[in-house]
T-cell receptor
Framework: ETGVTQTPRHLVMGMTNKKSLKCEQHLGHNAMYWYKQSAKKPLELMFVYSLEERVENNSVPSRFSPECPNSSHLFLHLHTLQPEDSALYLC????????????????FGPGTRLTVT | AQKVTQAQTEISVVEKEDVTLDCVYETRDTTYYLFWYKQPPSGELVFLIR??????QNEISGRYSWNFQKSTSSFNFTITASQVVDSAVYFCALKTDSWGKLQFGAGTQVVVTP
């Protein structure tokens, strides 16, 4: 399998549930990202992992908890979500260049469409 | 602060017409990168092009072309002879920091009808 894959593609959960989103990249990259895309809002970066270390947490509520066990896998653990968290959650990966060097493009997965009821 | 503005919310064209998508960016950094992505109805963002701030050469790739003008802080995208498969939301994005944070514009929905 190639590129960036995400599972599940669709998820409906109640506000008291706990679920996890999974992302896997097959591109040999060492940086991974979670984005949230809501209707009528620009894409919002949530978390950045570079070399398995979290380097950015963009003021995301604690009900979203990321995990990056290795450079190929990224999870987003969800608990006690709110209806306004319903959105498309996109995972991306890229080469990480640290503090210097060229900026590589990010490759995105197909997303998980999350509905919180 | 970084900002990307895509003023066109939606553009509708008939197949074979050309369509130009505008992107205006703001940054105080001298080194930065600009990107265009396509998001078809399936949801996946597809990378189209990357341009760094020191390379103002325009680029053509098939029916796609990009016009980068630092003087006006614009990075416009033209689809020539549009096709129905070009129907998608197109995002312009700016990157200035080290850790890959992309600042996306709001996107432009392109609708191509036969």
């Amino acid at each position: 399998e190639t590129g960036v894959t995400q599972t599940p593609r669709h998820l409906v959960m109640g506000m008291t549930n706990k679920k996890s989103l999974k992302c896997e990249q097959h591109l040999g990259h060492n940086a991974m990202y979670w984005y949230k895309q809501s209707a009528k809002k620009p894409l919002e970066l949530m978390f950045v992992y570079s070399l398995e270390e979290r380097v950015e947490n963009n003021s995301v509520p604690s009900r979203f908890s990321p995990e990056c066990p290795n450079s190929s896998h990224l999870f987003l653990h969800l608990h006690t979500l709110q209806p306004e968290d319903s959105a498309l959650y996109l995972c991306a990966s890229s080469q990480s260049t640290g503090l210097a060097g060229p900026s590589y493009e990010q490759y995105f997965g197909p997303g998980t469409r999350l509905t919180v009821t | 602060a970084q900002k990307v503005t895509q003023a066109q919310t939606e553009i509708s064209v008939v197949e074979k017409e050309d369509v130009t998508l505008d992107c205006v960016y703001e940054t105080r950094d001298t080194t930065y990168y600009l990107f265009w992505y396509k998001q078809p109805p399936s949801g996946e963002l597809v990378f189209l092009i990357r341009r760094n701030s020191f390379d103002e050469q325009n680029e053509i790739s098939g029916r796609y072309s990009w016009n980068f003008q630092k003087s006006t802080s614009s990075f416009n995208f033209t689809i020539t002879a549009s096709q129905v498969v070009d129907s998608a939301v197109y995002f312009c994005a700016l990157k200035t920091d080290s850790w890959g944070k992309l600042q996306f514009g709001a996107g432009t929905q392109v609708v191509v009808t036969p």
